[in-house]
């Protein structure tokens, strides 16, 4: 008797201490860029949300914030190492540790959106070290030098990888001729499997997961392939030549710089990039192991702003050149381009409370924007005049605030419709 109670106790610890969703993660709970919250404002003073405070001396980086359970959590870079900082909800540092090196190459600054869960941080460096930090101890329970370990191959910008957590692993994506993905115990920095190789090198994409019938699925983009890996065994399910997809001559970039996490819901999956690459929609069949082409869009080829979906349609900036592109919305079920509409310039986009936060990469004019398949319905917008170089980072909305970081600078907006509570 004395054993089956001591049964009933450990297993909801276990249960927990294996299949815990992440609090707070890269684009969001479902790591699509559509944030949870209501009674958000639905238009903005001309000069922008009431700025709630900034804090700067984060660090260079491009990076976005993680926030949970009265912390923000943040990567930024000095000289070639990384840090991860926390921060208080209004703004001041806690505490901030180094984690691991940096890239080495052209926009050296941090790209790693911290993963958390419970009591631990995960995240992966520049140079590709996967990492588990205490958040109540500050300290580092374990790294492993996976990029190095597992030998493998990135093409010209090096990487940029958000962790992804399913069940007790740590996803991470090394690519070369060793293994493509790998999945590490996340209490440990065990390996629990590593995949057959592609032999193809990484992109700048963060992995995602395809709950799809009884099966989960780790789908992430390499230069060449579009690939899906059993999330309980690491087997290759499917992969798909995405970089033989109507492909134009043009960008030498093309098809190469893929950098936009692939989107999955009810089934379906989209995957684009820019340089004039082709989005497409996939179709998972057969409990998720087959996938077929469904259509194909010409128009929205993201940079690396990201996409989100609202409805029945996909919203985001596709890519004219390196410096600009316009804003495009696309019909989720059949690919049709429902607009395509200039505004400043591409950039990132993110989603609360039905409405878009677009964020323009070139001279910081943030929009608020009402989803619409007929035209780009800018209801308020204003200029992020803090930080330095491109605005790269995507918006982070939770609990009626908005973050922005820009260089080593984070802001606090509050967005929050006081009218709603009454």
Sequence with gaps: MKRFYLILFILPILSHRIFAQPDAQWRGPNRNGVFPGTGLLKSWPEQGPDLLWSSEGLGDGYASVSVTDGFIYVTGREDSVEYLSALDLKGNR????????GVRRTYPGTRCTPAVEGDRIYLISGR?????????????????PAFEKFQGEFWDWEIA???????????FTPGGHLTTMVALDKFTGETVWQTESLH?????????????????????????????VDADNGDILWKVKYSDIETPMG????????????????????????YDHVGVMFKLLNDGREIE??????????HHGHVVRIGDYIYGANWLDNRNG??????????????????????????????????????????????SPDDFKIVSSFKITQGRGPHWTQPVIHDGVLYIRHGDVLMAFDIKDERSAL
């Design 326 to 371: 316009n804003w495009c919305c696309v019909n989720w079920h059949t690919g049709e381009t429902m607009y395509e509409v200039e505004w400043v310039n591409k950039g990132s986009i993110s989603a609360a409370d039905g409405m878009l936060y677009c964020y323009e990469e070139k001279r910081g004019n943030l929009a608020l924007v009402e989803p």
């Design 200 to 228: 193809d090198t990484i992109a700048m994409v963060s992995p995602t997961l395809a709950r799809h019938g009884n099966r989960k699925i780790v789908v992430n983009v390499m230069i060449n392939y579009l690939f899906g």
């Design 94 to 101: 806690v505490w901030r540790i180094p984690y691991g090196l």
């Design 128 to 144: 590709g070290e996967v990492v588990c930090v205490d958040k109540h101890q500050a300290k580092i329970q374990w790294s492993v």
């Design 293 to 302: 082409r469904v259509w194909i869009n010409r128009t929205l080829d993201c």
């Design 251 to 274: 960008h030498p970039y093309l098809p190469h710089n893929n950098c936009i996490m692939p989107m999955y819901e009810d089934g379906y999956l989209f995957v684009t990039s820019g």
């Design 161 to 171: 990888e958000s962790p992804l957590l399913v069940d007790d692993k740590v996803i």
